[in-house]
């Protein structure tokens, strides 16, 4: 293995693509209000232009050691430090497009455009005959990540050819899912221990799912994930609670957490709505409002006391914010849970999903 000099970059710009409907971007990370999604070139199907993006990998990251001014300027995953020269290889496979969704959650920019991009719908390129040519040309790193997230991925008229595909090549396959559909090919992907499907609740009532999220799903969804959570000896799935100022109450928050604890959803991710206001995770300010710090704290006391695993979204909360909320929690509780510790950890995990 060969190490390059120390510089500064960020896991995307060495081995992340992102595949979009006419383009490829380096990866689907949103930072600094807008800023992001750094873009590779357009792309409109077939053979990867690899040396294109070689060049353009180059050239972004000479202009970040020259501190000018990238889309990736700000972005809280920069740093400084070596990194593994993987021989043109990827690691970070992503599929961000359809860029629809049968749900409208209202923190959620693809709800918004939801009916204009029904229309154009089904002009894509075949993404399969992309993975397969990627794999012809071994441009798949060893135990690679795909992520398929933006919109509702299991929509995506090639999705279970690619869960299949991505499987039987031993890659490992993140799915962002609303969950409302049951899909024979997430279930496969569980059992096999090569899928990790993250779903958002961000509810513990149907009045207040649908409320959120403009249809009412709840206990389809709920249905699906105890399906999905027998499966790989509950290994795989992940539940997410983004707080928003309709779910931050006590009652929300204990209903969601009995929900958990029934069906052994074991895994959550806090995360919050910061698309709304703007939030972005590496300006210096504190801005949770001031209910939901008491729904958070309140939600953090519970999984303390079910002992269920947990994550901070650390796209979703600035740094100061989790020292905030790690500081009340010891007040209120006297005691520690290194939450500081939880979210940085989280950093690099796969969990995107707009939020
Ligand atoms: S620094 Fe941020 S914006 Fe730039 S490629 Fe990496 S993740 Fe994307
Ligand atoms: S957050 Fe996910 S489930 Fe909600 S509208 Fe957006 S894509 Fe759909």
Not at 171 to 180: A, M
Not at 261 to 274: A, D, L, M, Q
Not at 318 to 325: A, F, G, K, P
């Amino acid at each position: 293995m060969m190490i390059k000099n120390e510089y500064i970059s960020c896991p995307y710009l060495e081995s992340g693509i992102s595949f979009k409907k006419n383009s490829i971007d380096f990866c689907c990370v949103a930072h600094s209000n807008n800023k992001g999604c750094t873009k590779i070139c357009s792309y409109e199907g077939g053979e990867i232009p690899i040396n294109e993006i070689l060049d353009r990998r180059q050239q972004v990251i000479s202009s970040i050691q020259k501190n000018e001014n990238t889309s990736c300027k700000g972005c809280y995953l920069l740093e400084k430090r070596s990194w593994e020269n993987l021989n043109n290889k990827f690691t970070n496979i992503i599929l961000a497009y359809p860029d629809i969704c049968d749900l409208s959650c209202n923190y959620c920019y693809v709800s918004k455009y939801n009916n204009k991009l029904l229309h154009s719908f089904g002009l894509d390129y075949d993404i399969l005959d992309t993975f397969k040519s990627m794999a012809k040309n071994n441009l798949f790193a060893h135990n690679a990540l795909v992520l398929l997230a933006a919109g509702e991925p299991t929509l995506h008229k090639k999705f279970d050819a690619i869960v299949e595909f991505s499987t039987n090549y031993n890659l490992l396959v993140t799915v962002c899912s609303n969950g409302v559909s049951y899909k024979n090919s997430i279930m496969k992907g569980l059992e096999s221990n090569k899928l990790f499907l993250i779903c958002s609740i961000d509810a513990g009532t149907s009045e207040v799912y649908s409320q959120i999220k403009g249809r009412d799903k709840f206990d389809v969804v709920i249905r699906n994930l105890k399906q999905y959570a027998l499966a790989g000896e509950r290994r795989g799935v992940q539940v997410k609670y983004i707080f928003t100022n309709e779910n931050s109450n006590g009652s929300q928050v204990n209903e969601f957490i009995n929900i958990c604890v029934e069906n052994k959803f074991n895994k959550i991710i806090i995360s919050r709505n910061f698309t709304s206001h703007g939030v972005h995770a590496t300006e210096n300010k504190i801005d949770l409002p001031p209910a939901m710090i008491e729904g958070i704290i309140y939600m953090i006391e519970l999984l303390v006391q079910f002992r269920l695993e947990f994550d901070i979204s650390a796209e979703a909360f600035r740094s100061e914010e989790v020292e905030l909320l790690e500081k009340l929690y010891i007040t209120k509780n006297d005691e520690n849970v290194p939450l500081k510790q939880i979210w940085l950890k989280s950093k690099y995990k796969h969990y995107y999903h707009h939020q």
